[in-house]
């Protein structure tokens, strides 16, 4: 069984400072591990995806994460939050490439301050 | 191109009553997922269609819940009857193919109120 722990529900930064949310899994299986967005009344984004290439993933407006296998950790950042950024962020993973059937976290809240 | 959408948006009903949510892939997604999220809980699998065929109903809560997807166009999910932990925002995702890049789309989601 597969599970994602998203440590914060909410995370506030103020803008132009750095942003980390937080996001440790478990998996028996080599795992593919999602962050995706949600803004205001809109739909679930993919943000960025790993899928056993670079460990470092480049993704949408900025935001990357490193998968980090000893500590079972792929933490999201952005060096500089803009107010743009305020949403809710989801963590996921799936057993196999190409396997949609994710399993989420709870998500974090991020607020930006002016 | 239209993403995907969902209705109603919003959905308040009493215990017992029937509630039917209707999602609208993209065009030309064959894979069709609807997934729930319960108050400040983690967003579960429900299930997963390919074309008109259930692939995987294994996030089914209960045969309260019942999906349909009529020619594998546009999906329902009808909860009949509600119970009051059935409320929380059910999502429904399409992607194009199995095997792809993992993307899925999602709608904005049906929020279920139930008192």
């Known amino acids: 069984a597969q599970s994602v722990t998203q440590l914060g529900s909410h995370v506030s930064v103020s803008e132009g400072a750095l942003v980390l949310l937080r996001c440790n899994y478990s998996s028996s299986v080599p795992p593919y591990l999602f962050w995706y967005v949600q803004y205001p009344n809109q739909g679930l984004q993919l943000l960025l995806k790993?899928?056993?290439?670079?460990?470092l993933v480049k993704g949408i407006n900025g935001f990357e994460a490193e998968f980090k296998k000893s500590e079972t950790s792929f933490h999201l950042t952005k060096p500089s939050a803009h107010m743009s950024d305020a949403a809710e962020y989801f963590c996921a993973v799936s057993d196999r490439f190409g396997n949609e059937k994710l399993t989420f976290g709870t998500g974090t809240r991020l607020t930006i301050i002016p | 191109e239209a993403g995907v959408t969902q209705f109603p948006s919003h959905s308040v009903i009493e215990k017992g009553q029937t509630v039917t949510l209707r999602c609208d892939p993209i065009?030309?997604?064959?894979?069709l997922y609807w997934y729930r999220r319960v108050m400040g809980k983690e967003i579960k699998f429900l299930l997963h269609?390919?074309?008109?065929?259930?692939?995987?109903e294994s996030g089914m809560p209960n045969n309260r819940f019942l999906a349909e997807r009529t020619g594998g166009t546009y999906s329902t999910l009808k909860v009949q009857p509600a119970e009051l932990e059935d409320s929380g925002v059910y999502f429904c995702?399409?992607?194009?193919?199995?095997?792809?890049?993992?993307?899925?789309?999602f709608g904005e989601g049906s929020r279920l109120t139930v008192l």
């Open positions: 269609f390919v074309k008109e065929s259930k692939q995987d």
């Open positions: 995702a399409s992607s194009q193919k199995m095997g792809g890049n993992g993307e899925l789309f």
């Open positions: 065009s030309g997604h064959d894979n």
């Open positions: 790993y899928t056993s290439a670079a460990t």
